[in-house]
């Protein structure tokens, strides 16, 4: 812990012996050739909703198929580590409800399981008056969705909660916090193995065929047929979606998010998160700033469309992906539309001092800070054919399958909350005892 980090005696953490990576990875073992309920996709979505099945239908078979060797290789072990109190999302929608519900879960399984966070609070600061209707309607839908303690503090109080933050206004949520959610994701991975589930890494699936009463997965370890599916493809949603027979809308288009790292001297700049007032016509947070669990401040993260759907590294490029992104009808729709904010992206994706100049709006010392590349993850973001940013969570089914189609932030803070919806969506459409 840097000697820099000061924190208010109210802040609740996890006791600092635990450790902050949980289990390491389960051993490898090989697809089964049959099952009850197959689960496509080990991240932290599939690995949740292993968990949560398992527990309903103890006797069932339950396998979990992922393509890496690692267990949460994308978007659950390349985001924010941020646990979202539920401010932002449409009142009534599933976030709202899924990330108030999933947030309060997820302290509570933390706990339980000794994974360290953190629950330091977090303000959304509006610099200057223009901004104050936006942070309005987000104290309105913070409100109506449920979010405990959130309240509206004036310039006093911000530099009293962060002393190098400036604004006109803020809201303070003190429920918001943050933890390593690749840990969360181990911990689920164990909890499914414990309960005789089992997790098959290295295992791509390629194709779903319905073959009498079973759905035949081809993959990379030869083929599972199994009653029911689940598919948790983050990234590549759309394409197993699409091989089951359903709707080629929503399309993924991978939106490459790379944040920067504060150089050590300056990380007392930044106690705990602070993010701007977002741009209600994208269903992105906008550039913050955020500790994360390990002691580090980070700054971003920005919103590029990428050439390939695990372009970690700016300049990866596969012609699938890029094809499929340039072909779909929707993406040149919402180009049109949001043409200006592609190009300010492009100008913070190409040079870190743009990314800087806005973080410094609200802490302007870091105007003039050091900070590196730090790392890049890839949202899988819904577009529909008629061009628009799929917001919420979606499930969708296809004959014995059900598909998440679009599990965007907030959905690891969601995720247990995302995996009990998910399940009470399964056992409608299809029983497995
Ligand atoms: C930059 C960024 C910042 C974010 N910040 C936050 C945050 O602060 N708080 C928050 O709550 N959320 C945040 N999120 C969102 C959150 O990380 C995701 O919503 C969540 O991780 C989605 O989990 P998932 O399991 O659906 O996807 P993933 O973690 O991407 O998992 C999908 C899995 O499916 C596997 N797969 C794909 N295709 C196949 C196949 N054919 N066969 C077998 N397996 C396959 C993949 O290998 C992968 O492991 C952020 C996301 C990004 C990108």
Not at 19 to 27: F, I, R, S
Not at 140 to 168: F, K, T, Y
Not at 293 to 300: A, M, N, Q, R, Y
């Amino acid at each position: 812990m840097p000697p820099q980090r000061r924190r208010p005696a109210a802040r609740e953490r996890c006791p600092a012996s635990v450790p902050l990576v949980a289990a390491a990875h389960p051993p490898q073992v090989g697809a089964p050739q049959s099952c009850d309920l197959a689960i496509v996709g080990g991240g932290i979505v599939g690995l949740a909703l292993a968990r949560e099945m398992i527990r309903r239908n103890p006797r069932a078979s339950v396998c979990v198929l992922e393509r890496e060797a690692e267990l949460g290789a994308h978007q659950s072990s390349h985001n924010s580590g941020v646990l979202h109190a539920g401010i932002y999302y449409t009142p009534g929608s599933l976030k709202a409800q899924l990330c108030v519900e999933g947030a309060r879960e997820l302290y509570r399984y933390c706990e339980a399981r000794g994974i360290a966070y953190e629950r330091c609070g977090k303000l959304i600061v509006a610099s200057t008056s223009a901004e104050l209707p936006g942070l309005r309607e987000l104290q309105r839908r913070g409100a109506a969705n449920g979010v405990q303690g959130l309240r509206w503090i004036d310039s006093v109080e911000i530099e009293a909660l962060e002393p190098h933050a400036r604004g006109v206004a803020a809201l303070h949520s003190p429920t918001t916090g943050i933890v390593d959610f690749s840990a969360v994701t181990r911990a689920y991975a164990d909890d499914v193995l414990e309960m005789g589930g089992t997790v098959s890494r290295g295992c791509a699936v390629s194709d779903a065929r319905l073959v009498g009463r079973a759905l035949r997965l081809t993959h990379t370890r030869g083929s599972t047929e199994a009653r029911h599916v689940i598919f948790c493809a983050g990234a590549w949603a759309d394409r197993l979606a699409v091989a089951a027979g359903a709707d080629r809308s929503p399309r993924i288009i991978p939106v490459r998010g790379a944040y920067l790292r504060l150089a050590p001297e300056r990380r007392h700049l930044v106690r705990s998160l602070i993010y701007p007032v977002p741009d209600p016509s994208l269903p992105f947070l906008g550039v913050h700033l955020s500790r994360d669990i390990h002691g580090e401040v980070l700054i971003g993260p920005t919103a590029l469309i990428a050439a390939a759907r695990d372009a970690y590294g700016l300049r990866r490029v596969r012609g699938r992906d890029l094809l499929d992104t340039l072909l779909w009808p929707g993406t040149w729709r919402m180009l049109a539309r949001t043409w200006r904010t592609a190009a300010t992206e492009l100008r913070h994706a190409a040079r870190p001092s743009s990314l800087l100049r806005v973080a410094a709006r609200y802490v302007p010392e870091l105007e003039d800070a050091q900070a590196r590349p730090a790392f890049a993850g890839i949202r899988a973001q819904a577009l529909g054919r008629d061009g628009r940013l799929i917001d919420d969570f979606v499930v969708s089914s296809t004959p014995r399958a059900l598909h998440v189609r679009n599990a965007p932030s907030p959905a690891a803070t969601s995720s247990l909350a995302l995996a009990r919806h998910v399940a009470d969506e399964a056992e409608r459409a299809f029983g497995l005892d």
